[in-house]
């Protein structure tokens, strides 16, 4: 499969120009933002400015993915669907980024999902939440997290969970 | 702390003053309803006697058809206080557990007595009352190092055939003060000489072939209840005032076991005070920075917090890998481990009450982690390799200087506590958590865990933290191997063709977690259970130095944990997802829990300090 391309390859350099096309003008028409796990692909802007972040468009066979960096260094990467869906998010950096706005509405199932882990468990583990509709794994320590959420029904067809990273 | 003195008090109040009846209802199938009956209450004390800021529980079993439970008092009034009211109803019974735990004041000169009185809430007329002696005599013992300083430190190790030098403080005695008697326990475990009424040094016996504790005990003379102790473990060598003791013994919370993680004790005071309280069950964490200790195990002590100039004080929040956080007031308080002293640290103390946290801080999260049993500890020693919470790599993103929307770490919060709405504040880097291994006067750069060898698995193993590296005779780099730290205080771990870059070594970690497809266990889902023990090797390398071959075995977890044992090097978990990890660019993780510390000296050392050699600090060395 040569569904991913490699995370740096910026916009616009991939060998699948057709739909590297149809997402060069989602992207341009809407300017577009970011937007939650399972939510469509609205203004981008409004969130860079809220984050302050650095925003860098890059551009698979099958998907886009957004990413978006902090001023310190919390590295976001949404990835979107052919149409224009928020299918998986990914995190890294010295803090874990804020949940509601990155899970929308998947944020309660999330919640849930860690709370009770945290009550099954003493000590800290690394998330490893497996649900119908939601994938949450984490790792890290304190000032370096990173993490993935998904939904395992929104993956576009020929995109596999191995390729959100 | 223990009372000398326990003596059962039991006090029956009352007394039926109302005839119980009963009428046959008129509608609804004719059940008999009682409507009035009697009264009782029956209090009961562990104690009767108190030294100041000490605390007791009293119960009340309040027998009360209504299920009312019962109001305190305390007389004289304002005479210590009342806190932890509980009521509880015995489902089909007409019997009502109360409870409510009284403390001594901590400053008062002459012997009172106190009478608490529980007053039903049915019928006022049905009171019952205990009655305490709070004597204001207290005594504190101190350790007189062999650096000259003398601190009120609590917990102390010595090598065998070694002494220790110890005073007695008594407070409020009749003068002239009669001062203190000494004994030790077990008796005949070492002896006490040239004991005075207000000091005594210990031998240590001769010979041990393990660690050993013993208590010693300073008893005044004119109140038998005003006791102070120091818990003294001898060690065959290697003892020293820069040396803790570790155990890995399933942690402090009965009924429950803690799987590999490394528990010391630690003494905590009011600032430059020798008001201090020491708290055993203290999780050893090289994976984070600063001291978070539970509200509830320091309830003598009044630790100042930081308030900002319009009165709100300032909270901390400390978010964990599992999406859980620790919410509570930064706090100053003087903190002792064995023989090193961090002044007027600032620390997180967990609060108990479940009060209202932001979501910036929950972040969706679970609840405060705020009881032993859901930390699992009654504190957490961050003695990792940044110097506060919100540095990296000498970064602080606190401070406003690196950003200016500052991360969801500090909250400055009025009395009446935060909203949920309530977003981060910039805080300098003198207000922020700090990792107490910074403020020790010469021990300040790091610290060496040492733990043996464990095979199979071991109920309890007992080692010894270390603090600071190349500043003593006892903590030398030697032939240790660097593997410095990148940028985010990590390195790179190459494992099974997979080179994992995110990866680190972490005591307060239970397993080593890996990207693996070995199934997880059916029972306890967070390790791996493959059918048989699994040996498998992993390469570490230093960002830029250090390199080597770590061989390790992979257990099944259910099978171990199935047993009472509480150290494990075998024990291992899933973390991140396998199949993506092969590919460039991956956040992925090895984390190198306790498990690898056995048989092993582990060295963290800080960032921003000075260790002897060529390559600067952050890194761990083993």
């Known amino acids: ?165 | 702390m223990t009372f000398a003195d326990r003596v059962n008090v039991r006090v029956l109040a009352i007394v039926a003053l109302q005839v119980g009846l009963t009428i046959l209802t008129a509608c609804g199938g004719g059940s008999t309803t009682p409507t009035t009956g009697a009264v009782a209450i029956e209090l009961f004390s562990s104690i009767a006697s108190l030294t100041p800021g000490t605390s007791v529980d009293l119960t009340a079993t309040v027998y009360d058809q209504h299920n009312q439970g019962v109001t305190w008092t305390i007389a004289p009034l304002h005479f210590g206080g009342l806190s932890h009211e509980t009521s509880t109803n015995t489902p089909s019974s007409d019997q009502t557990m109360a409870s409510v735990t009284y403390t001594a004041p901590t400053n008062f000169s002459t012997k009172t007595t106190v009478t608490i009185t529980a007053t039903s809430i049915t019928n006022s007329q049905i009171q019952a009352s205990i009655q305490l002696t709070v004597s204001p005599i207290a005594v504190v013992v101190l350790v007189n190092l062999p650096t000259g300083a003398v601190v009120p430190s609590a917990v102390q190790n010595i090598n065998q055939g070694d002494q220790l030098s110890l005073l007695a403080v008594v407070s409020n005695d009749t003068p002239p003060s009669k001062g203190v008697t000494w004994s030790v326990s077990p008796a005949g475990e070492g002896t006490l000489t040239g004991a005075g009424p207000i000091s005594v040094t210990y031998l240590a016996p001769n010979a041990v072939s393990s660690p050993m504790n013993v208590t010693i005990t300073a008893t005044s003379v004119t109140n038998p209840n005003a006791i102070s102790t120091v818990q003294v473990t001898v060690l065959p060598s290697g003892a020293g005032p820069n040396v803790a003791i570790i155990n890995v013994d399933g942690g402090p919370v009965p009924g429950q076991v803690y799987a590999n993680g490394a528990f010391t004790s630690i003494t905590l005071c009011n600032p430059g005070s020798t008001s201090c309280q020491t708290v055993n069950g203290i999780l050893v964490d090289t994976g984070s920075y600063g001291l978070r200790i539970l509200q509830s195990q320091i309830p003598l002590l009044k630790l100042p917090t930081l308030k900002d100039g319009n009165g709100n004080t300032l909270e901390n929040c400390a978010s964990s890998v599992d999406g859980s956080y620790l919410w509570g007031p930064v706090s100053e308080a003087d903190i002792y481990v064995s023989g090193e002293a961090a002044p007027s640290a600032l620390v997180q103390v967990i609060t108990s009450a479940n009060s209202s946290v932001p979501e910036g801080c929950s972040n969706g999260g679970t609840a405060n982690a705020n009881t032993p049993q859901l930390l699992g500890a009654n504190g957490i020693l961050g003695v990792g390799p940044e110097p506060t919470d919100c540095v990296l790599s000498g970064i602080n993103f606190c401070d406003g200087s690196s950003q200016p929307t500052p991360p969801n770490l500090y909250f400055a919060c009025p009395s009446i506590g935060c909203a949920v709405t309530d977003t981060p504040v910039i805080v300098t880097k003198s207000q922020q958590v700090i990792n107490p291994v910074t403020l020790f006067t010469s021990d300040n750069n790091g610290v060496i865990l040492q733990l043996p060898p464990v095979s199979g698995a071991e109920k309890t193993v007992a080692g010894t933290m270390v603090f600071g590296i190349g500043t003593e005779n006892n903590n030398k780099l030697g032939s240790a191997t660097i593997f410095n730290m990148d940028s985010n205080d990590n390195f790179t771990t190459v494992f099974q063709g997979k080179t994992l870059t995110k990866s680190f070594i972490d005591s307060g970690s239970k397993a080593l977690y890996f990207p693996d497809s070995i199934p997880s266990c059916a029972k306890n889902d967070e390790f791996f259970c493959p059918k048989s023990t699994t040996q498998v090797s992993a390469v570490m390398e230093g960002a830029t130095t250090g390199r080597n071959t770590v061989d390790f075995a992979v257990g099944n977890a259910d099978d171990l944990l199935s047993t009472k044992d509480a150290a494990f090097p075998a024990l291992a978990g899933p973390e991140g997802s396998d199949n993506t990890c092969p590919h460039a660019g991956t956040a992925c993780s090895f984390d190198w829990g306790l498990p690898f510390f056995y048989g092993r000296n582990v060295y963290t050392a800080i960032d921003g300090s000075t260790v002897p050699g060529i390559v600067p600090p952050p890194w761990w060395a083993y």
């Open chain 1, 1 to 165: 499969m040569k569904a991913y391309v490699h995370g740096e390859r910026e916009f616009g350099k991939t060998r699948t120009r057709s739909l590297a096309a149809v997402f060069i003008l989602l992207f341009a028409m809407s300017l577009p933002a970011f937007a939650a796990l399972g939510g469509p692909l609205e203004s981008v802007q409004a969130d860079q400015v809220r984050l302050n972040a650095k925003l860098k468009i890059i551009v698979a066979e099958r998907y886009a993915i957004q990413e978006m960096t902090s001023p310190a260094g919390t590295v976001v990467r949404e990835y979107v669907s052919p149409a224009g869906q928020v299918f998986a998010v990914t995190w890294q950096g010295p803090f874990v980024p804020e949940m509601r706005m990155l899970l929308g509405s998947y944020f309660e199932q999330y919640s849930r999902a860690a709370r009770a882990h945290r009550e099954s468990h003493v000590g800290r583990v690394p998330l490893d939440i497996w649900e119908s509709g939601l994938v949450v794994q984490t790792a890290g320590h304190m000032r370096s997290f990173s993490g993935r959420a998904y939904d395992p029904g929104l993956l576009p067809e020929g995109v596999s969970a191995d390729d959100i990273r």
